[in-house]
């Protein structure tokens, strides 16, 4: 494929208010792409639009607030969309949710909302605005998976499950859309400073003396800057790259995995230290 070009097209952004989401979207206006940008949080969308304008005065900017753990939410994002740009050159599906927690400390509930945000979203968003990226020459998609993409650590079943699936969604895709000139690029980011430890979701039963210790030790596991990151992505799908890793937190656990296809995860837990406990709801209330 052609490498891709951003100046002139229009960019569908997901989770564009903070993290890698935020990065990019500076990032795709300083290479030339007007935006639609996607978030839950409007205070802070807004704050990210408001930038792009003073620095980049000639870029256009949509804000589209959404839920996308709602199914009509994600179907009303799709609708504007296509309703606006009958073409888009980039979607970007890089919100996402996590969730702490062994299997039986979360709910339903709980773990169909990551499902909702991290692969419902994107493969609803993907499907309805694939026509618009069929009508662009040289149109391309991100999808932003994660480390636990790669690996699956105990206490992320949901958060692994949502990213594993959001991973061969776009092995598929690559695929199939090469012969529609449309790029698929698969992201999986390692420990990037981001806000997604501290806003991560805890299973409701969590013991309560678990939450503080785990999230302090996952948070120092993210420490790689998202400018840099989304300064990745963006040189990834200008040269069509199918695969990105972004750290080697990211790296080296993909060799063990490769290598060590079962004794990989001990190693790993060993590594992080990370603390997950083996009591059920039932015996903490005891």
Same mark, same amino acid.
């Given at each position: ?119 419902? =979203? ?6 309805? !605005? ?99 990151? =989304?300064?990745?992505?963006?040189? =990834? ?6 695969? !990105? ?42």
């Amino acid at each position: 494929m052609t490498p891709y070009e951003f100046g002139g097209r229009t960019a569908v952004l997901t989770g564009a208010a903070s993290g890698i989401g935020e990065q990019l979207a500076y990032g795709l206006a300083a290479r030339g792409s007007d935006l639609v940008l996607v978030d839950v949080d409007p205070t802070r969308l807004k704050e990210v639009a408001a930038r792009i304008d003073r620095v980049h005065p000639g870029r256009s900017v949509q804000m589209l607030v959404a839920d996308l753990s709602d199914r009509s939410a994600v179907e009303g994002v799709a609708t504007q969309v296509l309703a606006e740009h009958p073409s888009i050159g980039l979607l970007v599906n890089n919100a996402g949710m996590a969730l702490g927690g062994r299997f039986d400390q979360v709910t339903v509930d709980e773990f169909e909302k990551v499902m909702n945000v991290n692969f419902r =979203a994107p493969f609803l968003l993907t499907h309805a !605005l694939l026509p618009a990226l069929k009508a662009t020459p040289g149109a391309h998609l991100v999808n932003v998976s994660s480390l636990f993409g790669l690996i699956a650590p105990a206490g992320q079943s949901a958060y692994s499950a949502s990213k594993f699936a959001l991973r061969g969604l776009s092995q598929v895709l690559q695929s199939e859309l090469a012969d529609d000139g449309i790029g698929v690029t698969t992201v999986h980011p390692g420990g990037i400073r981001t806000r997604i430890a501290e806003n991560a979701v805890v299973g409701s039963g969590v013991p309560a003396d678990e939450v503080e210790p785990n999230r302090k030790i996952f948070d120092k596991l993210l420490t790689y800057p998202p400018e840099k990151a =989304a300064r990745q992505i963006l040189d =990834a799908v200008a040269k069509r790259k199918a695969r !990105l890793l972004i750290a080697s937190s990211a790296k080296m656990p993909d060799l063990l995995a490769r290598l060590l296809p079962v004794g990989h995860a001990r190693i790993i837990r060993a590594a992080t230290s990370a603390r997950v406990s083996r009591r059920t709801p039932q015996e903490v209330a005891r």
